[in-house]
């Protein structure tokens, strides 16, 4: 069975809730699924999943929540070679900000400096106009899981 490590940025629980909802559905299309509230960056470069799912929510002024800033650090600070990864992004933010999605784009970059392959579109979800997220979310993971089992082939 296919592992799948949902890799978590939160401040108030909305990216976690997003990941939780998520997770019976990976599980219903076939992955072993873990979810990671304090994330480090060896959970993605130590026995790697066959695919990682990140849900990034931003704070500050385009920053990353703090659970996540000790990972973001180490990626940006190594660039690990991450050229084997697939991963999906799940970016949350609020357009009334200029820095919107900050954090899960930052990542996204950060991540193709790696070398990693994301697998579908990023999803970036706005606040303002989807107060709850999963309202997004779900649909989007639907449709990624297929993409997501395809890569793996
Ligand atoms: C203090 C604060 C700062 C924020 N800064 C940003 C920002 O720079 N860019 C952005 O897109 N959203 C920003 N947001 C909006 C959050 O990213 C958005 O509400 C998100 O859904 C929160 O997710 P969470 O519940 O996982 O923390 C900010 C929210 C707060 C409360």
Known sequence: MPSMRIFVATVYGGALDVAELSQP????????????EEPELEDLVNAPPDIA????????SGD??????RFADNMANQ???LSHQRYGLIAMG?????TFC?????????LQQCGAQRIGERLEID???????????LPWI?????IARESLQ
């Not at 559905?25 to 990671?36: D, H, K, P, R, S």
């Not at 609020?94 to 200029?98: A, I, L, P, Q």
């Not at 606040?127 to 979310?137: H, K, Q, V």
């Not at 639907?142 to 297929?146: D, K, R």
């Open 25 to 36: 559905l990976c599980e219903q299309a076939g992955f072993q699924v873990n979810i990671l």
């Open 53 to 60: 799912l990140f849900c990034i929510s931003t704070t500050g």
């Open 64 to 69: 990353f929540p703090g659970n996540f800033m």
């Open 79 to 81: 660039l690990p070679d």
């Open 94 to 98: 609020d357009s009334s900000y200029d």
């Open 102 to 110: 900050g954090a899960g784009r930052k990542l996204d970059n950060v």
């Open 127 to 137: 606040a303002s106009r989807t107060p709850m997220a999963d309202d997004e979310a």
């Open 142 to 146: 639907e449709s990624w899981l297929p």
